[in-house]
C-alpha cells in the first residue's frame, strides 16, 4: 500500500514557523523526486517545492523563495518542508507528492498525502 502522510499543519502568526513532515511507505522512496503544493479556498492546487531523489537539487516557487526550504532523509522515508517568514496568504492545505520521473505543468506526480492544513493568522 502506498502512502503518503502529511503532518505539521497547525495555526500560526504572521511572521512565525512551522515544519511540515511527509512520511512515505509503500514505494522506493529514494529514487523519487518529492514535492509539496499546495491549495487555498477557492483557489485551483500551486506547485511549491520539490527536491531529487539525492536531494542535491531543489526547485521553489517564487512565492516562497528564501522563506520555505524542503529537505529529505531517505533512511527515514520523510521529506520535509521549514517554513518561515510565513504570511496569510500562505494559508492552505499543504499536499506531499512523489513521482519517479519529476513532473511539470503537462504531468502530474503519481502519488499524494492526504493533506495538512496550514492557517496563518494575521
Known amino acids: 500500500q502506498v502512502q503518503l502522510v502529511e503532518s505539521g499543519g497547525g495555526l500560526v502568526q504572521a511572521g512565525g514557523s512551522l515544519r511540515l513532515t511527509c512520511a512515505a511507505s509503500?514505494?522506493?522512496?529514494?529514487?523519487?523526486?518529492v514535492g509539496w503544493f499546495r491549495q487555498a479556498p477557492g483557489k485551483e492546487r500551486e506547485f511549491v517545492v520539490a527536491?531529487?531523489?539525492?536531494?542535491?537539487?531543489?526547485y521553489y516557487a517564487d512565492s516562497v523563495k528564501g522563506r520555505f526550504t524542503i529537505s529529505r532523509d531517505n533512511a527515514k522515508n520523510t521529506v520535509y518542508l521549514q517554513m518561515n517568514s510565513l504570511k496569510p496568504e500562505d494559508t492552505a492545505v499543504y499536499y506531499c507528492?512523489?513521482?519517479?520521473?519529476?513532473?511539470?505543468?503537462?504531468?502530474?506526480?503519481?502519488?499524494w498525502g492526504q493533506g495538512t492544513q496550514v492557517t496563518v493568522s494575521s
Open positions: 507528492a512523489a513521482d519517479l520521473l519529476g513532473w511539470g505543468p503537462s504531468r502530474e506526480p503519481r502519488y
Open positions: 527536491i531529487n531523489w539525492s536531494g542535491d537539487s531543489t
Open positions: 509503500g514505494f522506493r522512496f529514494s529514487t523519487y523526486a
